[in-house]
């Protein structure tokens, strides 16, 4: 049995009996029967709730004339995200706010979970990093198609057709590859700073560590930042005029 975090364990016990069972309907056998949710998705389910729990109770508190401080929180971050949309998107960015905003937040949250004694930074474990970017893959996609249809197709041939049957598998590798990119990049940078702030809090608990822990605060924001820039990019071109 792997090591569970006490609110993995509170899924499991609740839960453990359904998620197998859905697992196995889906012929994916688990790696621990007993305990089927792992540490990670116990994570993820964890930072799911309190953002919904935040996002509902900052709706239910929004005033024009006396604005709270989590309210300046996230019109803050709103204007920063919609602010960057404008200038890379165009005029026609406002409608991808509402994806980029609570993407960044969940891998924020995500993010900086683990500093938290007796919790885990999902994004630390590569599935998590790998989900997120699918998710930014396929909205961007599907975002290309709605706002082209079936000329968006065209992006993947080049401006010449000529060269079309060589385009097409560049541009699919270059997509693809954008996943990749997505993936390892948050992964290895939360994965590194996870394990050197925890060996440094190991090997001396006092003093040393905060400025790791620093460190891994900022690497936290960078890469959260990062993400979603390379995704608001990604939104671009395929929602660009320049098919």
């Given at each position: 049995m792997h090591e569970q975090l006490w609110f993995t364990a509170i899924l499991n016990h609740l839960f453990a009996s359904p998620v197998l069972g859905l697992l196995r309907v889906?012929?994916?056998?688990?790696?621990?029967?007993?305990?089927?949710?792992?540490?990670?998705?116990?994570?993820?389910?964890?930072?799911?709730?309190?953002?919904?729990?935040?996002?509902?109770?900052?709706?239910?508190?929004?005033?024009?004339?006396?604005?709270?401080?989590?309210?300046?929180?996230?019109?803050?971050?709103n204007g920063i995200v919609d602010g960057q949309s404008s200038e890379i998107i165009g005029h026609h960015s406002e409608g991808f706010t509402a994806f980029l905003v609570p993407l960044g937040f969940f891998i924020l949250i995500c993010n900086l979970i683990g500093v938290i004694p007796g919790f885990e930074s999902p994004t630390a474990v590569v599935v998590?990093?790998?989900?997120?970017?699918?998710?930014a893959f396929v909205y961007y996609q599907v975002q290309g198609?709605?706002?082209?249809?079936?000329?968006?197709?065209?992006?993947?041939?080049?401006?010449?057709?000529?060269?079309?049957?060589?385009?097409?598998?560049?541009?699919?590798?270059?997509?693809?590859?954008?996943?990749?990119?997505?993936?390892?990049?948050?992964?290895?940078?939360?994965?590194?700073?996870?394990?050197?702030?925890?060996?440094?809090?190991?090997?001396?608990?006092?003093?040393?560590?905060?400025?790791?822990?620093?460190?891994?605060?900022?690497?936290?924001?960078?890469?959260?930042?990062i993400f979603v820039l390379l995704t608001t990019v990604y939104i671009a071109g395929a929602v660009s005029e320049e098919h």
């Open positions: 889906l012929h994916i056998e688990p790696k621990y029967p007993d305990a089927p949710i792992p540490n990670s998705v116990a994570m993820e389910v964890l930072v799911f709730v309190f953002l919904v729990l935040l996002f509902a109770m900052v709706r239910s508190r929004l005033s024009v004339d006396r604005p709270g401080a989590l309210q300046h929180i996230f019109e803050i971050a998590v990093p790998l989900g997120c970017a699918i998710s198609f709605k706002h082209a249809g079936v000329a968006y197709l065209k992006h993947f041939a080049g401006p010449m057709p000529v060269l079309a049957l060589l385009m097409v598998p560049i541009e699919l590798i270059s997509h693809m590859a954008r996943v990749l990119s997505l993936t390892v990049r948050l992964y290895a940078n939360m994965f590194a700073g996870d394990l050197v702030t925890l060996a440094f809090f190991s090997l001396i608990p006092i003093g040393l560590p905060l400025l790791f822990l620093g460190l891994h605060l900022f690497v936290s924001l960078l890469q959260t930042y």
